[in-house]
């Protein structure tokens, strides 16, 4: 589907966006691809997708990496850096009444 500089224009008014030209261009060839893959959703669930088959539309396209557990931060380290702690948690202040 192809979307006109007006319409992308247009749309970019209503958000209350200044574009410039460039913009424009680059958000209209965002626009169309963001309007095709819906397309592509709505095909395929006009066409019957059955429970477990709608991931081969995104797997075709991307290569998942597989789930690990990883240990991001040690917590001890980052207990120690902590203003205020108690009992292994973050103390902050009262934000609600």
Do not use: C
């Not at 597989?66 to 009992?87: G, R, S, T």
């Amino acid at each position: 589907m192809s979307i006109t500089p007006e319409e992308v224009a247009y749309t970019a008014r209503l958000a209350r966006l200044r574009l410039t030209p460039e913009e424009l261009e680059h958000f209209g060839r965002d626009l169309a691809r963001v309007t095709a893959y819906i397309s592509q959703l709505n095909e395929a669930l006009e066409s019957g997708v059955e429970d477990g088959q709608d991931d081969r539309i995104v797997a075709d396209r991307h290569e998942l990496r597989p789930d690990e557990i990883q240990q991001w931060f040690d917590p001890k380290k980052v207990l120690d850096q902590a203003p205020d702690v108690a009992e292994n948690l973050f103390r902050v202040p009262k934000a609600i009444g």
